[in-house]
């Protein structure tokens, strides 16, 4: 029978064993002193139920992931990640000076920004699971990589990101204060910069077939981008 062990990983650092359990239980009492210190409300605490759901998948689909043969940068991992995690925490955190308002505090808008986040969590979903083994978190070639150009891809190249930054704007609606909105701009940020650096990737991966693809599709946004 096959012996399974506690893997915790996190940007480089990587351990197994007894110190992966010992890292995993500290950044979940982390995480709980954070949550006793926010009180989120409920439309928050909601709001976070579907980032701790995708995230939850995201990990079990990691596993299933091709073999990668050639990666960008450790540095360039690194900083994708940095502005994440900070995106990701200014995003809930109420930080002291940021908790202005930048829409106000209504029924319609809570609810508009549900129905944004909760449509771009099931695109990510769909599309992290139509790309299958060729997903891979940093911008690399996996062993028998393949042009996918059917599904969510079809009129999309990147429909995870879309999906991503769609919860990020949803989640911003939700909330409606200002530490939100800069979240919301530094994960575009990140973004638009691993998009530039993979579809150059991709272009030297795929050659002719890849700018043909280009020109029948939208990066993030049909019709728009």
């Known amino acids: 029978m096959e012996e399974r062990t506690v893997v915790f990983k996190i ?16 950044v979940l009492a982390l995480i709980g002193i954070l949550i006793f210190y ?14 701790i759901i995708l995230t939850i ?3 079990a689909a990691a596993k299933k992931a091709a073999t990668a043969k050639r990666t960008e940068s450790l540095e360039s991992r690194r900083l994708h990640q940095s502005m994440l995690w900070a995106s990701l925490l200014l995003l809930f955190v109420p930080v002291p000076g940021l908790r202005g308002r930048f829409v106000p ?5 809570v609810v508009a920004g549900f129905i944004v986040q909760a449509g771009s969590f099931f695109l990510a979903m769909w599309a992290r ?4 083994k060729n997903w891979s978190g940093a911008i690399s070639a996996n062993v028998d990589h393949q042009l996918i150009r059917t599904g969510p891809y079809r009129l999309l190249r990147h429909p995870i990101y879309s999906g991503l930054i769609g919860m990020y704007i949803g989640t911003a609606l939700v ?3 200002l530490h939100a909105l800069i979240a919301l701009v530094i ?3 990140a973004y638009w ?11 030297t991966l795929f050659g002719t077939e890849y700018d043909d693809y280009r020109r029948r599709s939208w990066a993030l946004i049909p019709g728009l981008f």
Do not use: D, F, N, Q
């Open 193 to 203: 910069r691993k998009i530039r650096m993979e579809e150059r990737h991709l272009v």
């Open 105 to 109: 505090l209504r029924s319609a808008i």
């Open 11 to 26: 940007g480089g650092l990587r351990l197994t064993g007894v110190p992966a359990v010992l890292a995993l239980l500290t």
């Open 175 to 177: 909330s409606g204060e």
């Open 57 to 59: 998948y995201w990990t």
């Open 129 to 132: 699971r139509y790309l299958g």
């Open 38 to 51: 926010m009180r989120p409300s409920p439309r928050m605490s909601l709001a976070a139920a579907l980032w």
């Open 187 to 189: 994960i575009v940020a």
